[in-house]
C-alpha cells in the first residue's frame, strides 16, 4: 500500500487556485498585441446584430483565452478570428493595417473613441464585465504614457503589423509552390495544435504581469494535476529564467521552478529555488502592511516546514527532521497552530518512515479537527487507517472510519482526498485478500467523475491515487491470467506517468512484480534472477524476498533458508506482517521439500495464527493449503481434506489462478489418498470427482500456462484412469504428459511430493 | 595602413616582450603614444590607465619624446569630420559625431565613428530604461545598435580589417550581446594586435571565471601581460601569485605607479592582513590624495579596525573632492556605520546605488546596516540583491546565513552558509560559522569538522580551537580537549597578541584541573598558577593549588624521587612556568 501523505505540500501559490502576487504597481500595460484585441473588441460592438448566433458564441470563447494569455503574433491572431469568423478578420487586419501605415493620430483617435463604448444610455460594454475591465484597464495604461513612451508603443505597432505582412508575403510565395492538398494538411495540423500551445510564449514578448500570472498559475494547476499536459521541464524551466531575467522579483516563479526541479529530481536547484522563493516572499510579506509581523513570521516558518518537505522527498530524513524541528519551534514561539498541525502532520511521516507511532496521529486529527482543518484532519484519518490495516485492528471499525472520512470529503467537496480515500480501499482490500472488492474499487475511481472536472475544467489525472488504482489493476489482471491487459494497463501507465514523474517508481515495481511471476510461471529461473535486481533498488524487502524465492526454486535451499531466516527478523522488527507470513510460508515450504514435514507444521499454524490475528484472509488461505498438504504427506488425508473445506471457497473467490489450480489439485490428491480406506463402491465414486477436480486444476493451470504443474496434473490423472480401468482416457492422457515431459526438462522433486 | 600601424606597433613591443623589463624608456615611450592614441578615440579610461603607469617612469628627455603620429592620405582626408566629430563626442553628442563620420575611411574615424553609435546606443538604453511601458519589460530594454555593429564589425573582422581598437569594440559588442565565447576570442586577438591597450585586457580579466579558463588562453608575450595576469590573479582570488607579480613590477622600476600600489593593498585586504594593507593605503593617500578609486576598500579596512578619526578624515576629504561618487558614499556610510547611525548609513549606500546599480559592495554593506537596525526582511532583499548582480559573492551569502540564525534558524542558513564556504572554501569564519549551527542542532561531529578544518585552514578570530574544545568537554573527550587547549594557548602566544583573550583563563582552569585529575602535579600546579593572573578564575586557581600541595605531601615519599615525566610540549611550558614571564613575542620564537 503505498502512502497517501507525499502529495501533502504547502503550496501557497494555489490557495484557492489563485496567484497572490501584488509586487509591482503595474498590473498591465498596452501592447500592440492588446492594440489588436482592443480593434477586434470594438470591431465585435460595432457589427453587432449581424453576427450570426454560431459566430458570436465562437468568438465569446475564444476571448477569454485572447485576454489572458500571452501575446502572439498577428497571423496566428487573426487565422484564430478567421476559424471563428472570416469576415470580422477582414475587418480587424483592415483597421490595423489603416492605423498602422497611417500616422501618430489615428492611433490617439482610436484610444479616444474607445470610451465611447461605456458612454450613452444602454453602453454595448457593461463596467464590470470581462470585457469591460479589460478595455478600461487598457484606456488607464495608454492614459498613463508618457509621450515617448506614446511613440514608441506606436512605433513597435507599427514593427507589430509589418512583421505580419513581410510573414503573409513570404507565405504566398510558399502557397504558389505547394499544391493545395499539402495546404489542407498543413492547415488541419496547426488546427490540431490548437490556438493556445505554450511553446509559442518563447518567440514572443516579455509577459505583462497579469499574463506572468495566468501562466504560472496554469502550469502549477498542471503539474499539480496532469503532469504530462504541462510544458517539459526543460521548456518550462526556460520561460521561468525569462521570466526572472525581466523582473527578478516575482517570487512565485521561483516557487514554480521549485516544483520543476522536483520533477526532475534536482536536489540542487530545487533548494536553491525555494530558499530563493522564500526569501522574496519574506520581503513582500514585509511590505504588506494589513498583515504586519504576522505575514513575515509566517513565511518564516512555512520556509522552514517546506525544506523538511524538500528533504523528506529525496528521502533525506535525517536531514528533513532537523527543518521540521526548527519550524515546529518557531510556529510554537508564535503560537500558530495551523501551522503546527501542518508540522505535526509531517512529524508524522516523518516517524513513520523510521519507526510506527498512532499516538502522534491521533493527536493531529482530534486538533485538525478542533481548529478546523478537514483536510489535513481526513489525511490523518488516511493515514491511521492505513497504519491500523497494517497493525491488524478489526476490519470493520477501519472500513467505519473510512465512511466517516468520506463524508467530511464530500461535505468539503474534497475531491482530492475522495480519490486518495478509494485508492486506500482498494489497497486495503486487497491487503484481506478480497479481490473482487478490491477490483470493482479500483474500476469506481477510474470511471468515476472527479469533482474537479466540474469546477475548474482540469482532470486531475496524474495524483498518485491514480497510480495506486492502476498498478492493482494491472497486478489483479495478471493473477486472472489475463497478461495482455495487465500489459496493456502498464503501457497506459507508462504513458500517464512518465518515467521520472514522481510516481513513477511505483509502476516499475509492479511491472517488474508481474514479470517476476510470469517467468517464475514458466520455470524461466534466470529471467526471474535477473529482475530481482531491479526489484530490490525498488524495494529492498520485496527484492530480498524474491531473490529468496528464485534461490529456492533453483533448488539452493540451505542459502534460501539463510536468506528468508534474516528477512523474517528485519520485517519482524519494521512489523512487516504481510511479508512476515508470506516468509513463514516460503519457509515452511523449504521444510516440507526437504522433506521434514513435521518441523514445517509448527511454523505453518504459527504463519495461521499471525493471519487470521491480522485477518490477512487470503494469506491464512495459503497458510491452510500449506497445512493440508503437510497433513496429507504425514498420512491423514481425511483431517486435511476437512480443513480444506475451510480455505478452498475464500481461494476459489479471490484467489489467483494459479493457487486455484493448485487448491484443486491438493483437494484431488487428498481425496485418492483418503479414498484408500473406502469401500470398493465409494472409492470409485471418490476417484471420479477427484478426476473431475483434476480436469478444473488443469484449466486452471493452462491458463497461466503452467507446463510443470500440468505435467504433473496429468500423469496423476493417467493413474487415476488406469486405476478406473478406463483405458483410452488414461491413453490420451498419458500421451499428453509424456508431450509435455518431453519439452520440460526432468524435475529434482519427486512429482507427487510436491504441491506448488 | 591602419592595420600596418598597428602590426608595427606590436613588433615594437615585441622587441621589449617576455616579461622584460630591461629597457624601461622604450616601455614610457610605448606607454605614451598609447595614451595618446586611446585619448584620440575616445577611450578615456585606457588612456587615463597607460598615463598613470607613464607618470610612475622617470620622464623622457626631449630627444626621445615619441614622434607625433605620422598622418597617412586617409588621416588627412577625414580630418576635419574627425576634427569636429571628436568635440561633439566630447560634448557626448554622440549620434552628432557619427552621422559627420559617416563615409569615413581612417581606421581612427571609423573607429570614433562606431564607438559613437555604441555609445549613443548604450545611453538611450538607459534613458529608456528610465520610461520603459511596464516593469516585466525593463530588464528587455537593449541596446538596437548592437546588432547592426555587430553585423558591421564582425565583416570588417572577416576581410581582417580591424586595428586593436577595431576589435576591442568588436568584443565590447560580443560581450553586450552576451556572445562570451567569440567576445574572449576577439580580446585576446586585440591584446596580440594591440597589447598595449589596457581596455582589451581588463574586459579580459571580467570574462575569465578561473584558472582553467586562464590556462587555456594564447596570449601575446609582452610586459603588459604581467600587469594582466596580477590582475587576474587578485580577481580571482589567488593572492599569493598576485602578490609576487606585482612584487616583480615594482622591482621592476614600477614602484612609483599608483595603480599597482592600490592593487597590493587590494590584495592584502582580500586576505585580511589589515595592518599591511592599511599601511599602503596611507602612502597612497600621501602619493595621490585626490584619489577617489579604491578609498571604500581603504574605509573597509578603517571601519574594521574601528578607526573612527581616521575614517572621519577621509570621508570629510572625499566628500569635499566629489560627494556623488560611489566610492564616497561608501566610505561617508561606513563611517555613518562606524558611528552606530545605521539609518544613515543605509541611506547613503543607497544612493550610491542610484548611481551605480551594479555597484555590488553597497548591496552587502546595506544588508549589514539592515541587520544591525533588526530590519531582517529589509537585509535579506538587499543580499540577495547583491547575489542576484553576482551570484560568487560570498559576504553575501554569508550575510543571509546571518540573518537566518538571528532568527533562530540554524538548519536554515546551514544552507547559505555552505553556499559561502563554497566559494571561500579556506576562510575560517564560514567554517565557525558552519560549527556554530551544527552544534545548535547538536550534530556535534560535523560541528567538530568544521571546527578543525576551520583551526586547520589558519583561523583569523582564534576562536575555533575554545569551541572544539569545548565540544570535546562535553562529550567527555577530556584528552582531546586538553589537546586543544594547549593548542589554543601556543596559538595565543606564539602569535603575540596583546589583547586579553577571553577563553585563556577557561583553558588554562581547564587544563589545571585536567592534570590534576591525571595527577600531574607539576604541569597542574603551573596551570593553576596561571589562572591566578586572570580575575574569574583566581580564586579556583588558589584552591586547586592548595589542594595539590597537600596531596604532593602526603605522597611525598613516591613521587619525589622519580622526576616528573613533563608531557607538555616545549612551548607551553614554557609559557607556564611563572618564573619566565617573558614577553609573547620572545615565546613565538620557541614554538615549532
Known amino acids: 500500500m503505498a502512502s497517501v501523505h507525499e502529495s501533502l505540500y504547502f503550496n501557497p501559490m494555489l490557495t484557492n487556485g489563485v496567484v497572490h502576487a501584488n509586487v509591482f504597481g503595474v498590473r498591465d500595460w498596452v501592447t500592440p498585441h492588446k492594440m489588436a484585441l482592443l480593434v477586434l473588441l470594438s470591431e465585435l460592438g460595432r457589427a453587432g446584430a449581424q453576427l450570426g448566433l454560431l459566430e458570436r458564441r465562437r468568438l465569446n470563447r475564444l476571448l477569454l483565452p485572447l485576454l489572458q494569455g500571452p501575446d502572439m503574433a498577428l497571423s496566428r491572431l487573426r487565422k484564430a478570428i478567421e476559424e471563428c469568423c472570416p469576415h470580422l478578420a477582414g475587418s480587424v487586419h483592415i483597421r490595423l493595417k489603416l492605423m498602422a501605415e497611417g500616422e501618430l493620430k489615428d492611433m490617439e483617435q482610436f484610444f479616444d473613441d474607445l470610451s465611447d463604448s461605456f458612454s450613452g444610455t444602454e453602453p454595448e460594454v457593461h463596467k464590470t464585465s470581462v470585457v469591460g475591465l479589460f478595455l478600461r484597464h487598457m484606456i488607464l495604461a495608454y492614459n498613463k504614457l508618457s509621450f515617448s513612451q506614446v511613440y514608441k508603443l506606436y ?81 518550462l524551466q526556460k520561460e521561468l529564467n525569462n521570466l526572472l531575467k525581466f523582473n527578478p522579483d516575482f517570487a512565485e516563479a521561483h516557487y514554480l521552478s521549485y516544483l520543476n526541479s522536483l520533477r526532475v529530481q534536482d536536489v540542487f536547484s530545487s533548494t536553491h529555488s525555494l530558499l530563493h522563493y522564500f526569501d522574496r516572499l519574506i520581503l513582500t510579506g514585509a511590505e504588506s502592511k494589513s498583515n504586519g509581523d504576522e505575514g513575515y513570521g509566517r513565511s518564516l516558518r512555512y520556509a522552514a516546514l517546506n525544506l523538511a518537505a524538500l528533504h523528506c522527498r529525496f528521502g533525506h530524513y535525517q ?20 501551522c503546527l498541525q501542518h508540522c505535526l502532520s509531517w512529524l508524522y511521516i516523518l516517524e513513520q518512515k523510521i519507526f510506527d507511532s498512532c499516538v502522534l496521529l491521533e493527536h493531529s486529527v482530534n486538533k485538525s479537527l478542533h481548529f478546523g482543518l478537514p483536510y489535513l484532519a481526513s489525511l490523518g484519518i488516511q493515514s491511521l487507517v492505513q497504519q491500523r490495516a497494517f497493525a491488524g485492528k478489526a476490519a470493520n471499525k477501519l472500513m467505519d472510519a473510512l465512511k466517516d ?92 506517468f512518465p518515467p521520472n514523474s514522481q510516481h513513477a517508481q511505483l509502476w516499475m515495481l509492479f511491472d517488474q512484480k508481474i514479470q517476476f511471476e510470469r517467468a517464475m510461471n514458466d520455470g524461466r529461473y534466470h529471467v526471474a534472477d535477473s529482475l530481482v535486481a531491479g526489484i530490490t533498488a525498488l524495494n529492498s524487502i520485496e527484492g530480498v524476498y524474491r531473490k529468496a524465492i528464485v534461490l529456492k526454486a533453483q533448488n539452493q535451499m540451505s542459502e534460501a533458508h539463510k536468506l528468508l531466516q534474516k528477512l523474517l527478523i528485519h520485517c519482524q522488527k519494521i512489523k512487516n506482517t504481510e511479508m512476515v507470513i508470506s516468509v513463514l510460508l516460503s519457509i515452511a515450504e523449504l521444510y516440507w521439500r526437504s522433506s521434514c514435514h513435521t518441523i514445517a507444521l ?25 497445512l ?29 489462478v494459479l493457487d486455484k489450480g493448485c487448491a484443486m489439485f491438493l483437494v484431488a490428491k487428498c481425496q485418492v489418498a483418503s479414498a484408500a480406506s473406502y469401500t470398493p463402491q465409494k472409492k470409485i465414486e471418490a476417484l471420479e470427482s477427484a478426476i473431475l477436480n483434476l480436469n478444473e486444476a488443469k484449466t486452471y493451470f493452462a491458463k497461466v500456462d503452467c507446463k510443470e504443474q500440468l505435467r504433473d496434473v496429468l500423469y496423476f490423472q493417467a493413474r487415476l484412469f488406469h486405476t478406473l480401468g478406463k483405458t483410452q482416457e488414461r491413453n490420451k492422457c498419458a500421451m499428453l504428459f509424456r508431450q509435455l515431459h518431453q519439452e520440460l526438462p526432468a524435475h529434482g522433486v519427486p512429482l507427487i511430493n510436491a504441491f506448488k | 595602413i591602419g592595420r600596418a600601424d598597428a602590426m608595427a606597433a606590436a613588433a615594437m613591443v615585441a622587441s621589449a616582450g617576455g616579461g622584460d623589463f630591461s629597457d624601461l624608456r622604450e616601455i614610457k615611450k610605448q606607454l605614451l603614444s598609447v595614451a595618446e592614441r586611446s585619448r584620440e578615440r575616445g577611450l578615456q579610461h585606457s588612456g587615463k590607465w597607460a598615463a598613470e603607469l607613464a607618470f610612475a617612469l622617470e620622464p623622457l628627455p626631449l630627444s626621445e619624446l615619441p614622434p607625433p603620429p605620422v598622418l597617412t592620405e586617409e588621416d588627412a582626408r577625414d580630418l576635419d569630420a574627425y576634427t569636429l566629430a571628436k568635440s561633439y563626442f566630447d560634448l557626448k553628442e554622440y549620434d552628432r559625431a557619427a552621422y559627420f563620420l559617416r563615409g569615413c575611411k581612417s581606421q581612427k574615424a571609423y573607429f570614433l565613428y562606431m564607438y559613437s553609435r555604441y555609445l ?86 571580467n570574462l575569465i571565471t578561473d584558472k582553467e579558463m586562464l590556462k587555456f588562453l594564447s596570449l601575446p608575450d609582452t610586459w603588459m601581460k604581467e600587469f594582466f595576469l596580477a590582475h587576474i590573479y587578485t580577481e580571482l582570488q589567488l593572492i599569493e601569485e598576485a602578490l609576487q607579480k606585482y612584487q616583480s613590477l615594482i622591482d621592476a622600476g614600477f614602484s612609483k605607479s599608483t595603480y599597482i600600489i592600490s592593487q597590493i593593498a587590494v590584495a592584502y585586504h582580500n586576505i585580511r592582513d589589515i595592518d599591511k594593507a592599511l599601511s599602503i593605503f596611507n602612502e597612497l593617500r600621501k602619493q595621490d590624495p585626490y584619489r577617489i578609486e579604491n578609498m571604500d576598500t581603504f574605509s573597509n579596512l578603517l571601519y574594521v579596525r574601528s578607526m573612527k578619526p581616521e575614517l572621519s578624515y577621509l570621508a570629510h576629504n572625499l566628500c569635499e573632492i566629489d560627494k556623488y561618487r560611489v566610492e564616497t558614499c561608501c566610505v561617508i556610510g561606513n563611517y555613518y556605520s562606524l558611528r552606530s547611525q545605521h539609518e544613515k548609513a543605509a541611506l547613503y549606500f543607497q544612493r550610491a546605488l542610484k548611481l551605480n546599480p551594479r555597484y555590488l559592495g553597497a548591496w552587502t554593506l ?18 540577495r540583491h547583491a547575489i542576484e548582480v553576482n551570484k560568487r559573492d560570498y559576504r553575501a551569502w554569508y550575510g543571509l546565513g546571518q540573518t537566518y540564525e538571528i532568527l533562530k534558524m540554524p538548519f536554515y542558513c546551514l544552507y547559505y552558509y555552505r553556499r559561502a564556504h563554497q566559494l571561500r572554501p579556506n576562510d575560517s569564519r564560514m567554517l565557525v ?44 573527550e577530556s584528552e582531546q580537549a586538553a589537546q586543544c587547549y594547549i593548542k589554543y594557548i601556543q596559538d595565543i602566544y606564539s602569535c603575540g597578541e596583546v589583547v586579553e583573550h577571553l577563553e585563556v583563563s577557561t583553558a588554562f582552569r581547564y587544563l589545571a584541573q585536567y592534570y590534576f585529575k591525571c595527577k600531574l602535579w607539576d604541569e597542574a600546579s603551573a596551570c593553576a598558577q596561571k589562572c591566578c593572573a586572570f580575575n574569574d578564575t583566581r580564586e579556583e586557581g588558589k584552591a586547586l593549588l592548595r589542594q595539590i600541595l597537600q596531596l604532593r605531601n602526603q605522597g611525598e615519599t613516591s613521587s619525589t624521587d622519580v622526576a616528573a615525566p613533563f608531557f607538555l610540549p616545549a612551548s607551553l611550558s614554557a609559557n607556564n612556568t611563572p618564573t619566565r614571564r617573558v614577553s609573547p613575542l620572545n615565546l613565538s620564537s620557541v614554538t615549532p
Open chain 1, 628 to 656: 493440508a498438504f503437510s497433513q496429507l504427506i504425514l498420512g491423514i488425508p481425511e483431517q486435511a481434506l476437512n480443513i480444506l473445506h475451510m480455505a478452498i471457497e475464500p481461494v476459489l473467490a479471490h484467489g489467483a
Open chain 2, 120 to 205: 549613443s546606443g548604450e545611453k538611450k538604453k538607459d534613458d529608456e530604461t528610465v520610461d520603459s511601458l511596464g516593469p516585466l519589460e525593463k530588464g528587455q530594454v537593449k541596446n538596437e545598435a548592437l546588432r547592426e555593429l555587430r553585423v558591421e564589425l564582425s565583416k570588417k573582422h572577416k576581410a581582417q580589417e580591424l586595428d586593436g581598437f577595431g576589435l576591442y569594440l568588436y568584443g565590447v559588442v560580443l560581450r553586450k550581446l552576451d556572445l562570451v565565447k567569440e567576445a574572449i576570442d576577439v580580446f585576446v586577438e586585440a591584446a596580440h594586435v594591440l597589447p598595449l591597450h589596457w581596455g582589451a585586457w581588463l574586459e579580459l580579466c
Open chain 2, 366 to 383: 546595506m544588508g549589514h546596516e539592515y541587520m544591525e537596525m533588526k530590519n531582517t526582511s529589509a537585509a535579506i532583499q538587499a543580499y
Open chain 1, 405 to 496: 472520512s468520506d463524508l467530511l470529503h464530500w461535505k468539503h467537496s474534497l475531491s482530492e482526498l475522495i480519490d486518495i480515500s478509494i485508492a486506500q480501499k482498494t489497497a486495503i482490500w486487497r491487503l484481506y485478500g478480497r479481490s473482487t472488492m478490491a477490483l470493482q474499487q479500483a474500476q469506481t475511481l477510474l470511471s468515476m467523475n472527479s469533482l474537479e472536472a466540474v469546477n475548474v475544467g482540469v482532470q486531475q489525472n496524474n495524483t498518485e491515487s491514480f497510480a495506486v488504482v492502476l498498478c492493482h489493476l494491472a497486478e489483479l489482471h495478471a493473477e486472472q491470467g489475463y497478461f495482455a491487459a495487465a500489459s496493456e494497463i502498464l503501457k497506459h501507465l507508462k504513458e500517464r
Open chain 1, 155 to 235: 512605433t513597435s505597432l507599427q514593427q507589430y503589423f509589418q512583421k505580419d505582412e513581410k510573414k503573409n508575403g513570404a507565405d504566398e510565395n510558399e502557397m504558389e509552390l505547394t499544391n493545395p492538398e499539402e495546404l489542407d494538411g498543413k492547415m488541419e495540423k496547426e488546427e490540431l495544435d490548437g490556438p493556445l500551445r505554450e511553446e509559442e510564449i518563447a518567440c514572443s514578448g516579455p509577459l505583462s504581469q497579469k499574463q506572468a500570472e495566468y501562466f504560472l498559475s496554469q502550469q502549477a494547476s498542471l503539474l499539480k494535476n496532469d503532469e504530462t499536459k504541462a510544458l517539459a521541464p526543460a521548456s
Open chain 1, 319 to 338: 536531514q528533513a527532521e532537523l527543518a521540521l524541528q526548527e519550524a515546529i519551534r518557531i510556529a510554537q514561539e508564535s503560537n500558530d497552530h495551523v
Open chain 2, 433 to 476: 560559522a558552519l560549527g556554530e549551527c551544527y552544534e545548535k542542532l547538536n550534530q556535534l561531529v560535523e560541528a567538530k569538522k568544521c571546527y578543525w578544518r576551520a583551526y586547520a585552514v589558519g583561523d583569523v578570530e582564534k576562536m575555533a580551537l575554545v569551541k572544539l574544545a569545548k565540544l570535546h568537554e562535553q562529550l567527555n
Open chain 1, 602 to 626: 509448527p511454523v505453518l499454524l504459527q504463519a495461521l495464527a499471525l493471519a487470521r490475528e491480522y485477518s490477512l484472509q487470503y494469506l491464512a488461505s495459503e497458510t491452510v493449503l500449506n
